[in-house]
């Protein structure tokens, strides 16, 4: 227990000097809150939980860092919350840690048997409609279930009026933990006007899984 205490500290400590960093090169931060509301939590192909998902977003955000927590919540149970932080560059990339907790799970677990946090290295580039992301998981994890050394890729790109994606991986994107395609989409989005001041942002995907061999419609709102 002790080791793992310290394993969280020193992540926290690491992250703090890039923190400060960011926030004396940029003296506009704004805290953000906000939710989704989907008809089912689909992430890189794979659908978690039943039915549909309460998704909270809480951030502090400049043009230089964003840290914050996302969370998905369900009726059947299903609890995810991931604290994050990244970096963004004017010339389109942004690098971030990723830290994937599930609430139900000892916090300060970090064994390899037992261990909560999956930590993730992020990479992500976009190029005017084209977007590239890489992802790394630095550690075996499980009860939140990596392998350690998960990889991810997806490349995407945004047409006028929707959106195409495809993505691959292994570990625990995957069934049998080998490289495959899983998670193949297209999507689009539309603002629904209530008021001559207010409208709500609507979504909607359709994700095949070749890995898993499975084909999800999700659609859900941001308020």
Same mark, same amino acid.
């Given at each position: 227990?002790?080791?793992? &205490? ?6 926290? =400590? ?14 506009? +931060? ?6 989704? =509301? ?10 978690? /939980? ?20 996302? /969370? ?48 993730? $290295? %992020? ?15 630095? %550690? ?6 990596? &392998? ?21 991986? %292994? ?14 989409? =297209? ?12 409208? =709500? ?8 899984? +070749?890995?898993?061999?499975? $084909?999800?419609?999700?659609? /859900?709102?941001?308020?």
């Amino acid at each position: 227990m002790k080791n793992s &205490k310290l394993f969280l500290l020193a992540g926290v =400590i690491l992250m703090l000097p890039l923190t400060l960093k960011a926030q004396e090169a940029d003296q506009g +931060p704004e805290f953000n809150i906000g939710a989704d =509301i989907f008809s089912n939590y689909v992430w890189r192909g794979t659908k978690f /939980g039943t039915g549909p998902a309460v998704q909270p977003n809480i951030s502090l955000s400049s043009d230089v860092f964003t840290i914050g927590v996302w /969370g998905s919540f369900d009726a059947s149970g299903y609890s995810e919350a991931d604290p994050y932080l990244y970096f963004s560059f004017p010339f389109g990339l942004t690098l971030g840690l990723t830290d994937y907790y599930y609430p139900g799970l000892s916090l300060f677990d970090a064994t390899k048997e037992n261990g909560s946090h999956a930590l993730e $290295l %992020n990479l992500n580039y976009t190029l005017a409609g084209l977007g590239l992301s890489a992802n790394y998981i630095i %550690n075996e994890a499980g009860g939140a279930g990596s &392998k350690g050394s998960d990889l991810y890729f997806q490349a995407g790109y945004d047409f006028e009026y929707f959106s195409l994606f495809a993505g691959t991986g %292994n570990g625990w994107h995957t069934s049998d933990g080998e490289f495959d395609i899983c998670n193949i989409g =297209i999507g689009t989005s539309k603002e629904i006007s209530v008021t001559e001041t207010f409208s =709500i942002p609507v979504k909607g995907q359709i994700i095949l899984n +070749p890995d898993r061999e499975q $084909l999800t419609l999700v659609a /859900g709102f941001s308020f």
